[in-house]
């Protein structure tokens, strides 16, 4: 809508032109009428204009005068000049001082129309560039923890205050189509902006800090706009610094996201309304799961991962955690899972499923997060059980013949795990299950049938020699050991077998 003043010192002229102009088009609209171009200065100041219409003939300040005063103060405002055929030549220095165009009185109504129409379309096409680098601008604001100061003082607002309302659901095309029905029916000034999709950050501007009731207006208006979806709103206090706009969002995404603990249809909260976060703002709700949760992935027993894992989003439930703080636990979960299981990584990544960030956020409930966690961590360990079944019958055939090949030295049980591509838990578990002994106790007898066939084979090594070749340098823990086992020193078990 293009905004018109008309300043002429004749009442019938000024008058007549203010209802020709409003009778042509809701397109345009005149904010006012002056005798004199000092009236409208000294009223500029709260007024929101595009056009002046001016006369060149007025007292105290006449129409060239006002025309060099605007282009100073508020080169924006575009100028038309109105005068008779003997003041041509104030015509032409009022063009030059920046005036649109020049009429001729009395007034040519398809000329004005013209001129006006042009000014409309002009006006429009920049205020599209405005908008466009406004929101380029806005979008790094609520985005960036720290912005420069550059970065906040090019940014210029339409009005002083500003109140932003996060809007999160699947589709949205309702909530814009009432955002852009706001703008237009009800001259509401606002940015529309896509964080990301599926979530909208509108940043509303009015010239003071908004009501209650105007903050809570987009509840029932984008509901009714988006019916039988699933949507949550929140918004933040009304600011009128550019570089508190980050704070704003954050404060309406926090009120948004308390939605996820909402089960109804339409969540709406503004920033006040949210409960005192609780401990858990402190606290790492992780850390009490973390060791029993180990224990489970070393045996590789999902149910129980899948026991405590939902035990962590009881926690979340009690204590209404927000998203943020929900990630954050769920990725140290899947750490611990990569670092007891070392096939996680690439099973995970064979699977290709979407990062747990943008999955978390996509989420309308905590109970819509807790299943897509749970199923796609039930997916990774059930593929990781089911190689570890195909690879148990040869995993322990492969540690045995590497024990006997190597039995002089210390059996690692990490680097055995490794090489297997099995915990070490989940190794010990299957070694006992397939031998009836420990590692420990298959390598001690290994060790121990090698120096017994010595002990009767080789009379010429000596005892401690003996002890050394299998593994046990320390000449007394190896007699000790031998004789535990055997139930003879060595060198008794020597002079038994060459007798």
Not at 21 to 27: A, G, M, R, V, W
Not at 402 to 413: M, R, S, T
Not at 472 to 485: E, G, H, I, R, V
């Amino acid at each position: 809508m293009l905004r018109i003043v008309i300043v002429d010192d004749e009442v019938l002229i000024r008058e007549g032109l203010a209802r020709m102009i409003s009778k042509e088009s809701s397109t345009f609209c005149v904010v006012g009428t002056y005798a004199d171009g000092k009236q409208l200065l000294d009223e500029l100041p709260s007024l929101q204009v595009d056009a002046v219409i001016t006369d060149i003939r007025m007292p105290q300040i006449d129409g060239l005068e006002l025309i060099k005063r605007l282009k100073v103060s508020h080169p924006q405002i575009r100028t038309l000049l109105m005068s008779g055929f003997t003041e041509f030549n104030y015509a032409r220095e009022a063009i030059r001082s920046s005036a649109v165009d020049y009429l001729l009185k009395p007034i040519n109504k398809e000329q004005l129309f013209e001129v006006l129409y042009s000014l409309e379309q002009e006006r429009k096409q920049q205020q599209d560039k405005e908008n466009r680098q406004r929101a380029g601008l806005l979008l790094s604001l609520l985005q960036i923890q720290e912005p420069a100061a550059a970065l906040i003082g090019g940014i210029l607002l339409p009005l002083p205050y500003f109140t932003v309302t996060v809007v999160k659901g699947g589709r949205l095309e309702g909530a814009i189509a009432y955002a852009d029905r706001l703008r237009a029916d009800q001259r509401i000034i606002s940015d529309l902006l896509e964080v990301h999709k599926g979530l909208l950050a509108w940043v509303r501007y009015s010239p003071e800090p908004l009501t209650p009731a105007e903050r809570r207006e987009p509840a029932g208006g984008i509901g009714a706009a988006c019916p039988q979806q699933r949507l949550h709103l929140g918004v933040s206090r009304s600011y009128d610094d550019p570089a508190r706009l980050r704070t704003a969002y954050l404060e309406a995404k926090l009120a948004c996201d308390a939605g996820i603990y909402n089960p109804q249809p339409l969540h709406y909260a503004t920033i006040e309304e949210l409960k005192p976060a609780g401990h858990m703002a402190s606290a790492d709700p992780f850390l009490p799961v973390r060791g029993p949760l180990i224990h489970e992935l070393q045996i590789l027993n999902i149910s129980g991962v899948r026991e405590w894992v939902h035990r962590l989003f009881c926690a979340f439930e009690a204590e209404q955690a927000d998203p943020e703080l929900i990630i954050r636990c769920l990725q140290q979960v899947e750490e611990t899972v990569r670092n007891e299981l070392k096939e996680f990584e690439e099973t995970h990544r064979q699977q290709s499923r979407p990062r747990l960030e943008e999955s978390v956020r996509a989420c309308m409930s905590l109970g819509e997060i807790e299943k897509l966690f749970t199923s796609t961590l039930t997916a990774v360990l059930e593929d990781i059980r089911t190689r570890r079944l195909e690879l148990s019958g040869t995993a322990v055939e492969t540690v045995k013949r590497w024990i006997a090949a190597n039995y002089k030295q210390h059996a690692d049980l990490n680097m055995l795990a490794g090489m297997v591509f099995l915990t070490p838990s989940y190794l010990s578990k299957l070694f006992k299950q397939e031998t009836g002994l420990t590692l420990t106790d298959y390598v001690i007898e290994i060790r121990i049938r090698t120096a017994k066939l010595l002990l009767k084979n080789a009379p010429d090594l000596k005892v401690h020699e003996i002890g050394t070749e299998v593994g046990y340098p320390d000449p007394a823990y190896f007699n000790k050991l031998f004789k535990k086992t055997v139930g003879v020193t060595p060198n008794e078990y020597k002079r038994i077998s060459h007798v």
